[in-house]
């Protein structure tokens, strides 16, 4: 009788080639069309093109990594050993990244396991969401401005005080992320004008409220 160790020693998997080449071309498609999606509706602060790169080459390892373990049980094992000393140290800061990420994952995963039909009609579904989110608000996006306030030397109440002026000065105010400590600050929004004239009047509130604040105006399409 066949022990459990000569068991897993010869669960060898045998992979097709051609189907093989044919689903990592798929996985990379597919990924590079999910980076358009995030580079056109995407609102995270970092650089979109250079995390959309990223996620081609998650996603087809995912893709990589699945299609080797999927019919191996000594494999799969191996994977869990490896992923067990595996520790990610960069935090993601914004949730939005996070999203794409776990779907640039899933489409490896999809893809890996020969699920080809689910994986297109999944994408599919999830873009078409990911477009009728975006539809109503997409004249604001286009109008609207990153703005990026630093302070070296914050002090209490600060972020009240900004929060005022951003109210005040623009048509709509939305705070996308806030780092503060007891030696700096970093606050980016998300604002929107009427005119250049309320730019202006905003820029020179927050100058005047605090020559120490350091602060940047980018537009909403650039990536």
Known sequence: MESFQDFLTTQIPHIDRGIFAVDLAL???????????????????????????????VGMTTMLIITIVKSSLALSLGLVGALSIVRFRTPIKEPEELAYLFLSIAIGLGLGAGQRAIVAIGFGFIAGVIWLFNFRTATVEEQGMHLSISSATPVPGLLDSIVSVLEEYSSSVRLRRIDETSEIFQGDFS???????????MKDALRSMDGNLDVTFLDNRIA
């Open 27 to 57: 996985t990379a498609i597919l990924i590079l069309l999910l980076g358009v999606v995030y580079n056109r509706y995407g609102s995270a602060m970092s650089n979109r093109k250079e995390f959309s790169r990223n996620l081609v080459i």
């Open 191 to 201: 604002v929107s004008f009427e005119d250049f004239e309320q730019l202006k009047n």
